[in-house]
């Protein structure tokens, strides 16, 4: 059974960093996009960025610049280095991928369960 789990949420200051990381496991053939989407409380869930399994990245318009999205693809992992922090980065990151598990020959959609990433001003 494949999991997504995320690590590296934390509490931050204004202008400070903060390093994201998302790791698959199970019985996994190939995972195609990866990505991570964000949800503040009262607002949708709204997509931060988004990485393709060759590594062409895609980022939201309000955090080009200072968030960077990067793979492992031999560790399973996303990562999201996110710089620069504003407080209305704060919100519940989750990672997302398109994943095939060994056994079957489509890709199915993953949820990680999401990591709190608040900051203070």
């Known amino acids: 059974q494949v999991q997504l789990v995320e690590s590296g949420g934390g509490l931050v200051q204004a202008g400070g960093s903060l390093r994201l990381s998302c790791v698959a496991s199970?019985?996994?053939?190939?995972?195609?996009?990866m990505l991570w989407y964000r949800q503040a409380p009262g607002k949708q869930r709204e997509l931060v960025a988004a990485i393709t399994s060759g590594g062409t990245a895609d980022y939201a318009d309000s955090v080009k610049g200072r968030f960077t999205i990067s793979r492992d693809n031999a560790k399973n992992t996303v990562y999201l280095q996110m710089n620069s922090l504003k407080p209305e980065d704060t919100a519940v990151y989750y990672c997302?991928?398109?994943?095939?598990?060994?056994?079957?020959?489509?890709?199915?959609?993953?949820w990680g369960q999401g990591t709190q990433v608040t900051v203070s001003s």
């Open positions: 997302n991928a398109d994943i095939r598990e060994r056994v079957v020959n489509i890709y199915y959609n993953y």
């Open positions: 199970g019985t996994i053939f190939s995972i195609n996009a």
